[in-house]
Each structure stands twice: as C-alpha cells, then as structure tokens.
C-alpha cells in the first residue's frame, strides 16, 4: 500500500502536524504501507492561491501513484488534498485537530465564543462562515475523519449544523485515535530559566487568547502575595507575547522569563526542569504538551476542558480545575507546589497513565483505519 501525506508542517518546523506526520513517515513503512510526503510549507514562499494551486498540482502528481491520501488538516491542505485525491479517484481521510474557523475567528474575526457555543450558533462573519463551509466540505466529502479525541469527535460531528449544510458530519465516519507522544532526547535549558528561584511553575504554548497564559500570570501573583516565592516561565510565541509580557510585568514584576519559542528538544528540557506545568486553556483538542509533561512526570495543573479530562483523571495523575477559575487555579498550584508527597505521586502515576498515548498504540490504529477503507 502507498500513502500520500499531505502535511502543513514537518520537522524541522514545530507544532503537532510536523511531529505526528514524521511519527506517520518513519512508522507506518514497517507496517507495509509506503509513504510520500507532500509538505506544504514548501510552496508557503508563493503568493495566496497560486500556493493553493501549485499544491494541489503536487498532491494530483503523488496521488495518482498512491492507494490514499491523508491530508493533516481541513483547510490549507485538506482543501487541495481532498479535491487531488478525488480528481485521482483515491481514498481521502483528513485528520482534524481543531476548529479551524474557531481559531481564526477569534483571533482575527471578533468571535468571542468558546467552541462548543460555537459549533451550534449561526456566525456573520463571512470570513468564518466561508472557513466553516471549507472545513465541513472536506470533513463530508472524506472517506474517514480522525480524529485525536472523543471531545473532537463530538465537536466534529457537530460541523454544518448551523451552517447551510444542515446536518453534521456522520459519527460512523470519525475515528477516535490518540495521538502519540514520543519523547525526544531532552535539549538544553536557557540559563535565564535555571537562574530563577524555586518553586518554578511552567507554562507552554502558542500564545493566543484561548491559552489564557493571563491567568496563570494572576495565580502566580496570587501565590506571591500569599508568600510564595513561586517563579514562572512561559515557553512559546504568538499574537498575545506584547500583551502578556506587560501583564506579567504589572502583575508578578520580577522571577518570570518568557522565552519564545524553543525547540521541541529544549522545550521538553524546561519542562523537566519545572516544578510543575500548566494548562490553563478554555479549549484542548488533545495536547500533546499535556501528555509530554505526564510522560516526563512533571506534576501537573490542567483545565477541564475539551480533552484534556481524557489525559488527566483529576486527584489520581495531575489536578483538574475550572476554566476561568484563576482563585481555583491558584489554589490546585499552591497545593501541588507545597506538598512534596502529592507531586510524588502524581508523577508516578502520570508516568503510568501517559503510556495509553504510544507510537504503537497510534501506528497500528491508523494501520488499520487505512487498510480497510
């Protein structure tokens, strides 16, 4: 069997398409399935629809010699992925992270919503009802859907029902498949993060408004005026870096380092340095920072949102809280900072628990979901 894997990212470029299709290519050729890789950052450099087009062109070229094609994810590439695949008469499954339109509305189209509201409200903007109505047309004209989560299978089922679709992608179709979690040799740790006192909190990620890395810098604050001396470091880029960078100056002052963003090497070794991560998000597909930091051991404080009650059970291998809730949240990290035995256990359990997400586990499911379309 011969797959094309249309990817909008892979390594040396960061983020989960790049980590799960170098998993996909270095994996699924031991299970007899052959593998091209289409990337699209390669034509990224073109203007604005010609990168479309020329992508597409690439993708027909792969298909017409493959048995399927997978696109990893519904727009960039699932646009001209699903309709090469269909112009070669071949199988097409897509796998879907997130909600694209969601995502773009609310840092680009005033969408305030959180997702599940989302899903089920009729939206104005043209720009995200067109983003809607792209994402929905290649989730129902695929073969297969997969999908990292039951969370993401219930959102992704929820597509067209508020558009002009008007009725959601059929359930049999999405597949549930966990994603996997591999952990790279650790890099290295900036000295400005290993200068800074302890207890270290650690935070990571894109820094966009649904991370709410704000409200991590209000629990640290918190902790301090209380009398903890906890630091902070932030891992990641993005949209909200000015903006938060002057909150933590406002809020915390000094003992914080926003590093930008790091390797996933170096990210994987501040992470191990910490005495505790956090994910404060109001959304989670399935973060694979998440599991990372459940693999590594790293107690951990997490959100119950989205998927996130899929990777941690809350008293047993980490501590859930509300969105939102930063006195909650405070609260859960002045606990787990505090108590030597808690974060003992926790991370002895964590370990246990992150071994559901395997290379294996991930390789044979998809092994399987694409042998038998």
């Known amino acids: 069997m011969k797959l094309v894997i249309a990817t909008p990212l892979y390594p040396p470029e960061i983020g989960g398409p790049a980590t799960y299709a170098k998993l996909l290519a270095e994996g699924l050729p031991k299970k007899d399935i052959k593998v091209e890789l289409v990337k699209f950052s390669e034509v990224c450099h073109l203007p604005k629809l010609i990168?479309?087009?020329?992508?597409?062109?690439?993708?027909?070229?792969?298909?017409?010699?493959?048995?399927?094609?997978?696109?990893?994810?519904?727009?960039?590439?699932?646009?001209?992925?699903?309709?090469?695949?269909?112009?070669?008469?071949?199988?097409?499954?897509?796998?879907?992270v997130g909600d694209y339109a969601w995502e773009q509305g609310r840092q680009?189209?005033?969408?305030?919503?959180?997702?599940?509201?989302?899903v089920k409200t009729k939206q104005t903007s043209l720009c995200v009802c067109l983003l809607q109505a792209i994402q929905t047309r290649v989730a129902w004209s695929a073969t297969r859907v997969i999908v990292p989560s039951e969370y993401l299978k219930d959102i992704v089922a929820a597509w067209g029902t508020s558009t002009s679709f008007g009725t959601g992608i059929p359930r049999e179709k999405i597949e549930v498949i966990y994603n996997a979690v591999s952990l790279s040799p650790?890099?290295?740790?900036?000295p400005v993060v290993t200068?800074?006192?302890?207890?270290?909190?650690?935070?990571?990620?894109r820094l966009v408004p649904w991370k709410h890395i704000d409200g991590i810098i209000d629990a640290v604050a918190h902790l301090r005026r209380e009398g903890s001396q906890t630091s902070l470091t932030i891992v990641g880029d993005g949209p909200e870096k000015s903006r938060l960078a002057a909150h933590a100056e406002k809020k915390i002052r000094e003992n914080y380092v926003f590093t930008g963003a790091l390797s996933h090497a170096d990210t994987l070794a501040t992470m191990k340095s910490a005495d505790a991560f956090v994910l404060n998000s109001s959304y989670e597909g399935l973060s694979h920072l998440l599991i990372e930091a459940q693999a590594l051991g790293i107690p951990t404080v997490a959100t119950r949102?989205?998927?996130?009650?899929e990777v941690i059970t809350d008293g047993e291998d980490g501590l859930l809280v509300p969105?939102?809730?930063?006195?909650?949240?405070?609260?859960?990290?002045?606990?787990?900072?505090?108590?030597?035995a808690l974060r003992t256990r926790l991370a002895a359990r964590a370990r246990e628990s992150a071994k559901r997400f395997s290379t294996e586990t991930m390789l044979a499911r998809t092994s399987d979901v694409l042998t038998h379309l």
């Open 51 to 96: 990168r479309h087009f020329v992508y597409y062109r690439r993708v027909l070229h792969a298909a017409r010699g493959a048995d399927v094609v997978i696109a990893l994810d519904p727009v960039s590439v699932g646009l001209p992925a699903m309709k090469a695949a269909k112009k070669a008469g071949k199988p097409f499954v897509v796998k879907i």
């Open 108 to 118: 680009r189209f005033g969408v305030t919503q959180n997702l599940d509201e989302f």
């Open 186 to 190: 650790l890099g290295m740790i900036l």
């Open 195 to 205: 200068a800074l006192p302890r207890p270290l909190a650690m935070a990571a990620g």
């Open 305 to 309: 949102v989205g998927g996130n009650p």
């Open 323 to 340: 969105a939102g809730d930063t006195s909650a949240l405070a609260r859960s990290l002045a606990r787990l900072l505090g108590d030597d």
